[in-house]
């Protein structure tokens, strides 16, 4: 099929990089319209709008993350069944998927939604912000389902081999919601709530996009009335899967969420400037997310296609990658961090500058671990092992709560940027040690290492 990489054959390393490439670039205009979100708001509408988006950050990510994370986890399963050559099998998870993500997005739009006032109150939003906070957020509530459905066509399509339209229709979005964010907010004068339009409306068009374009052109990966037939045990299994990420992306969010309290009780100057540094951390880690999504489907279908030891060398080759680039990156930055918070927050104040210099430059030195972890908790779950990715998740939530109650009332916000490097090193051994001891890989001879 056209825009298909081969995962099951040929070089690891060729395949594994080429098809990382598109989903670098989706990444890079998904996180230049969110920084663009963050560059419009701040330049034009000043400290205390980009502050009630920071406020809710860390919300906007458990949200989402949820709703990206059950995709994922669908997409794994539809992985699996397309290395194994089973197209028919592949439509049946497809349906299915669609089914269950109708149920699950629904509900949580309605949740959230509902409860966006107490959650706000539980996180300490600061009262000169409240109101701008929610009006950003309850727009994304409201959107899930649109966010969630986008999801899943893009996952289907990356499960398939095809990682280049999921990139095309996302760069047709990112140029429309920054448009919208320009229009909504300097001509419409909507303030931080027409900044949340622009992004439910532009994943709104990649949805109908993506759509179409299944239509025209991939009709073999969609599902007939007969394949979306309920099937108990296949929609436990896609469900259980589902879950299985998305709770595992809720729970990081869940304890940046509950850091991201600690944030806001030190004050709006501290919560913009932590804003603009989380948006930099976001763009300079993009390499590393983008090569651990490819090798969850690259893993996803070496499983599927029993190729167990070649699963096992893309896992190593991509942990290599992930520590040279982070070493290099630690170097850049301690020389440019000021400026760049400059330059993305768009403020002249020393406590917003110097707070994002000090988060880059606490952070981005353990950016090795970060990226190594990343890899072999996406990778466990590809192999369909859901308990210890859950388990790691758990392990810097706790981490997090003890840092927000402990640590933070004693050493401000330095406590804030030593939280997480703190959490990513034990959450790295957690998973190392059992990564390497991976039952399915020594149940089939296969040495493992982490770097090889």
Partial sequence: MKHQVS????DLKRAIVIFAIPLFFSQ??????????TVIIGHVLGDFSLAAVGAVASLFELIVGFCTGFGQGLGVIAAQKFGAGNMKGFRR?????????????????????LNMET?????????????????YIIVICWGLPITIFYNLCAGMLRAAGDSITPL?????????????????????????AGTAWATLLAQLLSLV???IWMLLKKRELLPSLSEMKWDSTLARHLTEMGLSMAFMSSIVSAGTLILQIGINQLGTLIVTGHTAARKLVGMLNLPVIALMQALSSFVAQNIGAQQYERA?????????????????????????ARYLIAMISGSTTDVVL?????????????????????????????????????????????????????????????????????????????????YLRNRLFKENKIATHIFR
């Avoid at 995962?7 to 040929?10: N, P, S, T």
């Avoid at 229709?169 to 140029?175: D, E, F, N």
């Avoid at 707070?355 to 590809?382: E, K």
Wanted: proline share 3%.
């Fill in 168 to 192: 095309v229709i996302l760069l047709i979005s990112s140029v429309t919601n920054i448009v919208l964010d320009l229009l909504f907010i300097t001509t419409f004068n909507m303030g931080v």
């Fill in 209 to 211: 996009i993506c759509v």
């Fill in 119 to 135: 959650i706000l109150n539980f996180m300490h939003t600061s009262s000169d912000i409240f109101d701008l906070s929610y009006s």
């Fill in 7 to 10: 995962l099951i054959q040929g």
């Fill in 312 to 336: 096992e060398k893309g896992i190593a080759f991509v942990n290599r990658f992930g520590l040279y680039y982070s070493i290099l990156l630690s170097v850049i930055v301690m020389f440019v």
């Fill in 93 to 113: 998870v497809a349906g299915l998927s669609i089914e269950l993500s109708l149920v699950v997005s629904f509900v949580l739009a309605i949740v959230a939604g």
């Fill in 354 to 434: 110097d707070t994002g210099a000090l988060y880059l430059r606490t952070n981005i030195p353990f950016f090795p671990v970060l990226a190594v972890l990343l890899d072999l908790r996406i990778s466990l779950q590809s192999m369909s092992l859901k308990i210890v990715p859950i388990i790691s998740s758990v392990i810097e939530l706790v981490g997090k709560i003890i840092f927000t109650l402990f640590i933070v009332p004693t050493a401000g916000y330095l406590g804030i940027c030593f939280t997480e490097p703190v959490v990513w090193i034990a959450m790295c051994l957690f998973l190392g040690y059992f």
């Fill in 28 to 37: 890079l205009f998904q996180t230049l319209y969110n920084t663009m979100d």
